[in-house]
């Protein structure tokens, strides 16, 4: 069983800078690509930003395009979020998820197709 553990959020004024980890225990996190994923009060779950399993190819929303940074530490276990010129549209619950996924797999940026969640940690941008 794959278990996901998000750290790092809190308040913080706009223009500020927060970073996001997500270590990640049960397998060898290697094998998976993970996403970052936020979900506002009332809105949908987005697609922030994804990074592949060997961190090659990333992906980013074009909302964060520019300020976001998604890297990833496999020694570590770990998966990263450096948020910088945050806003208060950043406003949200931040989840990391992981995939099994095989090397030559295409990048996955669908929520759906991640398997294994954490509990969220909420970052809020003051203006």
């Known amino acids: 069983q794959v278990h996901l553990v998000e750290s790092g959020g809190g308040v913080v004024q706009a223009g500020g800078s927060l970073r996001l980890s997500c270590t990640v225990s049960?397998?060898?996190?290697?094998?998976?690509?993970v996403g970052w994923f936020r979900q506002a009060p009332g809105q949908e779950r987005e697609t922030v930003t994804t990074i592949s399993r060997n961190g090659h190819d990333t992906y980013y929303a074009d909302s964060v395009k520019g300020r976001f940074t998604i890297s990833r530490d496999n020694a570590k276990k770990t998966v990263y979020l450096q948020m910088n010129a945050l806003k208060p549209a950043d406003t949200a619950l931040y989840y990391c998820?992981?995939?099994?996924?095989?090397?030559?797999?295409?990048?996955?940026?669908?929520?759906?197709?991640?398997?294994?969640w954490g509990q969220g940690t909420q970052v809020a941008v003051s203006s």
């Open positions: 049960g397998y060898t996190i290697q094998y998976y690509a």
């Open positions: 998820a992981a995939q099994r996924t095989i090397l030559t797999a295409p990048l996955s940026i669908q929520a759906a197709s991640y398997e294994y």
